[in-house]
């Protein structure tokens, strides 16, 4: 612990190695300990987790998961220039930080939990790579224990939104139909460096023992994605590309053939999964 609290304060690591932010790679630093700290809590107790972080920087949020008592961490981070200011980091903590330098949207996330476990992600993720980082994660969902991640907070509205809202869609049914999803708290923009230009908010999900309602995971995107092509369209409309009778197949599902996809609930796109994976044999 002593040897973590004795590294430079943030600011100076950013200067003594040049990491003046990059709108290219979505860096937007936290250097608020206090914030830090409060996403370290949030996804505690850490002593017998494996924490992947994805995008440390210059690794203000994995000193603070370190400091409260992470067992492990792998972090991932594109931006070589970091590398130096992880390593230090790495030194001082007693062997418990590894530092993979790489893109996250390539890593070979089975083999990092073949060889460490179940992972816990903890990320102030870089917002441009953040709901493809997601999606890639909610089709291996086995590999994980549980994710809290900083989320543009539009992105974050559209993961916990409910039906009959404007920000219910298909980001929302991907994530609440196998996780537990739960906005924690909302960051203004002047909390990073530099500000972007809309707030952030940290979201845990958590995956559920069984998916919301029995669905082949592809059969089911494929409807969702019918589904709200056209959000302003009627069902019966909007499911003519994949069903030869929509409008009876919606009433046989117990949906309003006039209804629009926004107002449907994820169990009710669940049976038309279901009935498009019999009638397709
Ligand atoms: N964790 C730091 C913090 O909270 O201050 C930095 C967060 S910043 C929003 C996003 C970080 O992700 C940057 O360090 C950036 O270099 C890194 N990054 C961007 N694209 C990446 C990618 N494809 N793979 C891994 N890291 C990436």
């Not at 980001?171 to 707030?199: D, N």
Request: hydrophobic share 45%; net charge positive.
């Amino acid at each position: 612990m002593d040897r973590l609290t004795a590294l430079p304060a943030l600011r100076e690591v950013i200067a003594a190695h040049g990491l003046s932010a990059r709108r290219s790679l979505g860096q937007n630093f936290l250097l608020d300990l206090n914030i830090t700290r409060r996403i370290a809590r949030a996804a505690g107790p850490l002593d017998s987790a494996t924490v992947l972080e994805i995008g440390p920087g210059p690794g203000g949020l994995t000193r603070a998961l370190l400091e409260e008592g992470a067992a492990k961490i792998i972090v991932v981070e594109r931006d070589e220039r970091c590398l130096p200011a992880l390593e230090q980091i790495a030194t001082a903590s007693n062997g418990r930080l590894h530092i993979v330098s790489g893109d996250a949207l390539s890593l070979d996330i089975e083999a990092l939990a073949s060889q460490h476990g179940l992972l816990r992600v903890v990320a102030n993720l870089p917002y441009n790579i953040s709901t493809p980082l997601l999606i890639s994660w909610l089709k291996r969902l086995t590999l994980f224990d549980r994710f809290i991640l900083m989320f543009q907070a539009e992105v974050a509205d559209r993961l916990a939104a409910q039906p009959g809202t404007k920000a219910y869609g298909r980001l929302s049914i991907a994530a609440q139909w196998r996780c537990e999803v739960r906005p924690l708290f909302t960051l203004l923009p002047r909390a990073f460096m530099p500000a972007p230009k809309v707030s952030s908010t940290v979201v845990e999900l958590t995956p559920r023992q069984h998916p919301l309602a029995e669905a082949d995971p592809d059969i089911l995107e494929e409807v969702v994605a019918a589904a709200f092509e056209q959000r302003r369209k009627m069902l019966r409309a909007a499911l003519k590309r994949i069903f030869a009778d929509p409008e009876t197949t919606l009433k046989a599902v117990g949906i309003d053939p006039q209804a629009r996809a926004e107002t449907v609930g994820i169990e009710k796109f669940c049976a038309l999964a279901r009935e498009l994976s019999r009638i397709r044999g």
